[in-house]
């Protein structure tokens, strides 16, 4: 359809404008291709173009561009919004006022975890300093969501960093990562975003890397020579995942014996964005006292796909739903998993259908096993 459209065999009209929406976004056919053709750019210009053309125009997508735009990267706003939330679960409103909202408010309300309270959202140090013996100097982009549904995310992975030798640099200056916008077709409001993180994370930091513990912000991070091909470069040839950087230096010992079962996910913007596959898995297959457990479609998406959940939620639901399938028949203790999307939808998926196991980001295993008298306690 694409093709077609910009060869001008085909009219792009709402239809193709809708089933420009129905797609994930996994970008698993990237990693399937032959020929490499980059779907997840083709699949962004066409929804710009299709938000250009007017054809993004109903209620959902209105509210999804205002909160994309206006909300989510502007750190005040954010904090003052999920505070917000984070009061009306704590006082109850929701068992009152959730069953008379629209049903995408409801799976919006249903997606949010419990909101941590504001102490335990403070901003990162700026500067960590390495423990022991130091082994280098890296960079840390925190992302926007994280700090504050995740924040322990964050500070595990500081944690796990400076305990392996690194100095941890967090700039201050640093900008949401634009996925999300981008996603939704406005990709001039990434680009600026793109913009403030080039220069934020600028060689005068002088580090080894600019680390992400969130997939869809190190793949949006890695493409920014693709997004701003004349300054994208300087940043996007320094990205890594945080896992695959602690993979490539090892871990310092000694570690602490984890006694669990673990199953990991594997974030469809890690394993086909960014092309990281085995590191997240040998890491934890390296903890002493972990059992690593597999589970079946362990690359497939879970159907969090940035904001599909709430503007495609039973498309979302039909995704979720084979993944739940999978993990309750491995019977893990602990879902890992790399990605504050995924984190949120295998939570929803477990306590819908009554499945015990947690979900956690890799590193806060292995945060926990390099706090050796935790672990071993």
Not at 41 to 48: D, F, H, I
Not at 143 to 164: K, S
Not at 331 to 343: D, K
Request: hydrophobic share 45%; glycine share 10%.
């Amino acid at each position: 359809m694409m093709r077609g459209v910009a060869e001008g065999a085909l009219e792009l009209d709402q239809t193709i404008a809708d089933e420009l929406q129905l797609c994930l976004g996994c970008r698993a056919c990237e990693t399937a291709c032959p020929s490499g053709v980059q779907y997840g750019a083709m699949l962004e210009v066409a929804r710009a173009a299709a938000a250009a053309a007017g054809l993004r125009g109903g209620l959902a997508q209105r509210i999804e561009g205002f909160a994309l735009r206006h909300v989510v990267p502007k750190p005040r706003r954010l904090r003052a919004l999920i505070t917000l939330l984070g009061v009306l679960q704590r006082v109850g409103v929701g068992h009152f006022v959730v069953p008379w909202l629209p049903e995408r408010l409801r799976s919006a309300w249903s997606l949010l975890p419990p909101v941590p309270r504001r102490v335990e959202r403070q901003p990162l140090p700026r500067f960590t300093p390495a423990e022991g013996e130091r082994r280098g100097r890296v960079a840390l982009h925190e992302g926007c969501l994280m700090p504050e549904l995740f924040g322990a995310v964050n500070r595990a992975t500081v944690r796990v960093l400076a305990r392996n030798g690194f100095d941890v640099i967090v700039p201050e200056e640093q900008s949401c990562c634009g996925a999300l916008l981008a996603h939704a077709g406005d990709l001039d409001s990434a680009h600026v975003l793109a913009q403030n993180n080039i220069a934020a994370f600028g060689e005068d930091l002088s580090v080894d890397a600019v680390l992400s513990n969130s997939a869809g912000c190190g793949a949006a991070l890695r493409e920014t020579d693709h997004w701003l091909p004349e300054t994208g470069e300087a940043l996007s040839t320094r990205v890594r995942d945080v896992c695959e950087w602690l993979g490539d230096v090892g871990l310092r010992e000694p570690m602490g014996t984890l006694a669990a079962r673990v199953a990991y996910d594997a974030p469809c913007h890690l394993v086909h964005g960014q092309r990281v596959d085995q590191a997240p898995r040998r890491l934890l297959e390296s903890l002493p006292g972990l059992e690593f457990v597999s589970h079946a479609g362990s690359d497939q998406c879970c159907g969090a796909a940035g904001t599909y959940g709430l503007l495609q939620p039973e498309m979302s639901e039909r995704v979720l739903d084979a993944k739940m399938r999978s993990l309750e028949a491995a019977s893990p203790e602990i879902v890992a998993t790399g990605n504050p999307g995924c984190l949120l939808q295998l939570r929803l998926g477990a306590q819908v259908r009554g499945l015990a196991f947690q979900v956690v980001h890799p590193i806060e295993l292995i945060d926990a096993a390099s706090d050796v008298e935790l672990a071993d306690r």
